[in-house]
């Protein structure tokens, strides 16, 4: 399969330990044995799939390698894995993709990706793909058979799409994550334009000062993931919305404490000049 790489999740030399002690790595032994006679996409050793699933995938992935040449082969063990044996059984090549569930490792999902694979999709692609489908938290609400299906919908998109650099998709927890980026970098904003001088609207010099904050806040962490990952307008208007308003919430605010004391101050010196 050319250059094959398992993305892993990382948790610390001690959590790599006790995973190759309990579980060993996913290629650890060859056991043929375990293979079945006809080839066939799916080694659903772990039972995760439902016979329904199971068939219906397997005609999918068929129809999906002979339309694109693509080839994407899943498996998912338990206490039993026919380790290197796959690897004949399938004719894993450069251009093949194996989907390994295995929840003993602590996410369930791992990923062992051709080179021609990684031209489209770069490693970081995959890492968020495993991190996004194979953890605990999506695997108890959409169940085992959902984080597969689901993972390897969003490859098909992206091949379909010619490559990808971010897995598709907004999911809640990423697009709240977004929003409260966004409002925290209009409090900074709006905080930072307030005037501090009579006569002025806006105090331009530190609205620009604190500019590389604000932007990074509303722009990188608020805006970028939500255009990279989906066409949909809503978050976008939302992220935008809440930018705006907390923007004009801190502007008022600060000009109705902060503001306030500075003109008070300003008031006594000026009446202590003319006395």
Request: hydrophobic share 45%.
């Amino acid at each position: 399969m050319g250059t094959n790489h398992s993305i892993r999740p990382v948790h610390g030399l001690l959590a790599i330990l006790i995973s190759l002690i309990i579980c060993g790595p996913v290629f650890s032994y060859d056991n043929p044995e375990l293979l079945p006679e006809q080839v066939t996409p799916v080694i659903d050793l772990a039972r995760t799939l439902s016979d329904r699933q199971r068939v219906d995938l397997e005609n999918t992935l068929n129809d999906y390698e002979k339309e694109t040449g693509w080839k994407i082969r899943v498996l998912s063990q338990y206490e039993r894995t026919p380790g290197l044996a796959v690897r004949k059984f399938w004719n894993l090549d450069e251009r093949s993709l194996l989907v390994i569930a295995d929840p003993r490792g602590g996410n369930l999902l791992n990923f062992n990706v051709g080179d021609a694979l990684y031209a489209l999709m770069p490693r970081t692609f995959w890492v968020e793909l495993q991190t996004r489908y194979g953890n605990q938290y999506y695997v108890k609400d959409h169940g085992e058979d959902g984080a597969i299906l689901n993972a390897i919908s969003s490859v098909e998109e992206c091949l379909d799409r010619g490559g990808c650099q971010v897995v598709p998709g907004l999911p809640r927890e990423q697009w709240l994550f977004t929003l409260t980026s966004s409002i925290l970098g209009g409090l900074i904003a709006g905080f930072a334009a307030f005037p501090r001088k009579s006569g002025d609207v806006i105090a331009w010099a530190w609205f620009f000062l604190l500019s590389p904050l604000w932007v990074m806040l509303f722009g990188i962490f608020g805006i970028a993931p939500v255009i990279t990952r989906t066409t949909e307008f809503l978050p976008l208007l939302r992220n935008s919305l809440g930018f705006i308003s907390s923007l004009i919430i801190a502007y008022l605010f600060a000009q109705a404490t902060v503001g306030r004391s500075l003109d008070s101050d300003h008031n006594i010196e000026r009446n202590s000049e003319e006395s």
